[in-house]
């Protein structure tokens, strides 16, 4: 468990941070460390820090709790310290926690400071006597010393009387940012640049780069400019000695994400702790200081098989073998507990942590996530028996005690999220019982990266595109898919037969859902151009015409999605558009699934594209040597292919539309009490399982607090069966029921919220239809699953998120056609429209266009 604090100082903020002016959500959790005020019931505020920044230190002022039971729990659940009123802090001397409680006084007297520390809650460095406080500070060797300032102080002055007595300055969150613009604020740069000590002539300060893991990757220098920057964009953003700032992975890709930063004991060093994408080090090695080795290097050559451990591989079996996995664990644990000499236990003991490790990369768990529990569980002060369980114990002849009967429970507020012992449940919230902003906040999506950030990253990757063609194409495609044998960026139809070998029941599969969607969209066609005489003379019409070229972004690599495929190639045949463009990253070997392929054949594809992220987008809409150029994109990807879709949009020399803006998977269920639980559960477990920044809704209307405790129930029983359990959780963490009175509020709440998936889980759906506005795409009632809508019922998925189902349709067959207006007008016609012409363009003084009526006016007249 880290003891020390990441930077000198702690930032105040509370649950509205990140919607109030000053610094964000994200970039107070870069700081890793918070103060926050205790809550006297629900400790939703400081988790919902936490969810976003598992590594959070948060610190709290508990000085109003009056139940140590409130306090206690705030450390089991990782509270790095908490200041209790100092009159209170004997009842906790003894614990073996208490170096994590220290006591909390209101005035600037520091009698009452421990060795735990001391937190002065109301402190105004204006009106104290600063001079008499900080030598009293000094003669009675206060370590550990917080300064929460008055509402108004200044913070400048807070900050040079807490550097004098060595104490950590609590700064308001809403009264510093990282806007160089702001300068109504406390820059925080400025801040943390006045903190460090540096002993160079430029001022910059050694900045060691980290993984999550703690290894090293090298070394690089900070200024006050780029730790502003790398705070503001969450990225590895350093100070360049030679080209001035430098964005990590700007024109490599080998991008970072910055986790937190932090100082060393003496200031003169800076820690930035990052995600790492690719490699850090320029060389083909993992970091300055080599490659990795032991767990870390395991881990990173486990994953690396799991993207592309040749078929038939022990490796690959381990992956796609839940059995054998399991099999194999308890067989090298049993070896380990048989093992006798420092050399078998070695041995076996490196076994078992493969094959553990095998286990959690298949899960998608990293070595960080493994240390982060092992740190969760180091903060608990609740402590387990810690028995053996069950068969083990009986196996080495160990008594169990069977365990007492639980008393029954009272019923948890309908507010209260249920989180016990690793439960997978949702908040509750009463919409009765909080206002509008209230309930807007809470239905708030998860966050996303800034643009800016992302765009600093793919912009360089679409200009080498653009004037470097298949070369750049290809060289992308080696280095982010790892395909080094394929020599060019194109797969051209026909496609040979032995790419398309696949099972009788998948081709069965992909054929059902073909035609399904096929009937669907050709429904949609315009039998007849509309055409309308608006006055005697006057006719009007529109007609529509397929797109010439489309090109379908297909996410692939080592997932199969042949439903995205069928979505998008399926109406794009349909409309009738003549050249077919699918683009899709390829396996490390160079090929593309076969379900893929399949598909371009059915739909009659010109060509596969072996490319994907911002690469791919850029090869279709500015085109290559063997890429041929589109007109529209359409398709969905990351947050990388979706940045690069729109900027490509927005360059008027690539002349390329797109289909939507897109977001994380959601779903909205709306429930009432004739609802099945199980059912329930699995339409909101099928959205959250896409990834932890999914959301899931559930509206209950009307539901009896058996009914919602029996959903309740059903989503952790499902969930934690699912092979992405892990990702379940990260998703369902920000997911939420709101209790509703009745259909009408259901609906209000579900049209303003806007969801991708609306699923109707109620009694007389059907009739319930009529009042949705806004959805991606509505599932009605008890027996329509929104699996089928992503697979085969006809329907398309590919479908407006993150709230643009208010502007946006999902893809259609008006997606692959363009509408062209005419007009035709007779001589009488002209005559009867004309004088409205004429008025209106003098009106604008447009005489050219008042001109072109009046001389074919003139012409009829004889004139």
Known sequence: METTLPLPFLVSTSADVGKADGLTR?????????????????????????????DFLPHFDASKLQSKDNVLDLLDRGAHKVFVPSERFSEYEGEEFVSRVAPAVTSP???????????????????????????????????????????GADLELLVDVAKRCSAVAILPASRLTTDKEDTSRLQLSKLIAGYWKSDRADGLIPTVVCDEGGVSLGLA????????????????????????????????????ELVRIGLDCDNDTLKFTVRQTGRFCHLPQFGCFGELSGIAGLERVLRSRKESAPAGSYTARLFSDEKLLRAKIMEEAEELCEAKTKEEVAFEAADVVYFTLARAVAAGVSLADINRSLDEKSWKVKRRKGDAKGKWAEKEGIKTEPAPAKPAAPAPAPEAAKEESGRIAMRRLDAGKVSQAELTEALKRPSQKSPDTIL?????????????????VLSYTHKFEKATSLTSPVLRAPFPPELMVLPEETIRAIDTSFENIRKFHAAQKEDKPLRVETMPGVVCSRFSRSIEAVGLYIPGGTAVLPSTALMLGVPAMVAGCKKIVFASPPRADGSITPEIVYVAHKVGAESIVLAGGAQAVAAMAYGTESVSKVDKILGPGNQFVTAAKMHVSNDTNAGVGIDMPAGPSEVLVVADEDSEPAFVASDLLSQAEHGVDSQVILIAVGLSEEKLLAIEDEVHKQAVALPRVNIVRGSIAHSITVCVADRDEAMRISNDYAPEHLILHVNDAEALVEKVVNAGSVFVGKWTPESVGDYSAGVNHSLPTYGFAKQYSGVNLASFVKHITSSNLTAEGLRNVGQAVMTLAAVEELEAHRRAVSIRLGHLDGQ
């Open 26 to 54: 994200e970039e107070i959790t870069v700081l890793s460390s918070a103060f926050l005020e205790a809550p006297e019931q629900s400790d939703e505020t400081w988790r919902s820090f936490r969810r976003s920044n598992p």
């Open 109 to 151: 007297d520091v009698s009452a400071a421990t060795a735990q520390g001391l937190l002065i809650t109301a402190f105004d460095p204006a009106a104290a006597d600063v001079e008499k406080f900080v030598e009293e500070c000094k003669a009675r060797k206060v370590t550990d010393l917080f300064l929460k300032p008055v509402d």
């Open 221 to 256: 220098y900070t200024s006050e400019g780029s730790i502003g920057e790398a705070i503001r964009t969450q990225a590895g953003v350093y100070q360049s000695r030679k080209r001035g700032l430098w964005v990590k992975g700007l024109t490599s890709g080998d991008t970072q």
């Open 456 to 472: 600093k990253i793919i912009g360089p990757i679409i200009e080498d595109v653009r004037k470097g063609g298949d070369k750049a």
